[in-house]
């Protein structure tokens, strides 16, 4: 479902950030307890996830499984600058930059290295009608790899990978007409990219080039997703503040 050079951050990816979090539409609040309704935890293939906020926007995503955690910091706006990720088999940093239209445009990865910070990768997203190009650098500026996301109705449709501009696979997606709790904030498009992390529904089916998974839910009194079963019999669970 995601793409990412590990499986830990794919998996934060599904996740998060995927992660559940509903925006305010008054604006950020100032309040110090976490907000009902908004993400507590997701469990993910045996991992869980935890999500804390401050003034309405996650501050915090703790790992149980790795030890891992993220803290999220944001500018005056609620606009996402920078997530430092605090864990025991690594440490690291995401810079976040926007383009005129206050749109991600590009997240530069550093890893900690005896407590100094060095580029490791960045990533450029490129806007053109309804589609977004997400493109892989190395630190010395050479193109990694890409690849593009189709938009219909707030949700992600198809996605397509490239490789030296040759296409290397096509990835097609249905969703219900449900609110999804993982799309909440530009860090989970990010380094974690993925089409139920920012797409406004929840994902019922995914088409690979050689495989096809099938998604069920079941949901709260508010519409929410409590529990996703799928045909290759993973279990994943949500809960709520």
Known sequence: IMRKKSKYCLLILSLIFGS???KNDSGISNTSTQP??????????GD????????????????TVIGTTFHLFYNNSGTLTQT???GVSSTGKYNYS?????????VNVYTDSENIYKLQNFETFTYQD??????YYYSNGNEESSRKYYFSNGNIVKEEGYYKGARTDSIFYKFD??????????WISLEFW???????????SIKYPNSDIEFWYEYNSDGLPTKQDDNQGHICTYEYY
Not at 36 to 42: N, P
Not at 130 to 135: A, C, E, K, Q
Not at 177 to 186: D, W
Request: glycine share 2%; aromatic share 12%.
């Open 36 to 45: 009902k309704g908004y993400l507590k935890s997701y469990s993910y293939i």
């Open 194 to 204: 993925h089409a139920q992390a920012v797409s406004k529904n929840n994902i019922t």
């Open 48 to 63: 869980i996830f935890n999500f804390t906020y401050t003034n309405g926007l996650i501050s915090r995503v703790d790992e």
């Open 177 to 186: 007409n449900k609110k999804n709790p993982l799309a909440f904030s530009e």
């Open 20 to 22: 559940c979090m509903k």
């Open 98 to 106: 926007y383009n005129a239209d206050n749109k991600l445009s590009q």
């Open 130 to 135: 309804s589609t977004i190009t997400l493109t």
């Open 84 to 86: 430092l990720q605090d």
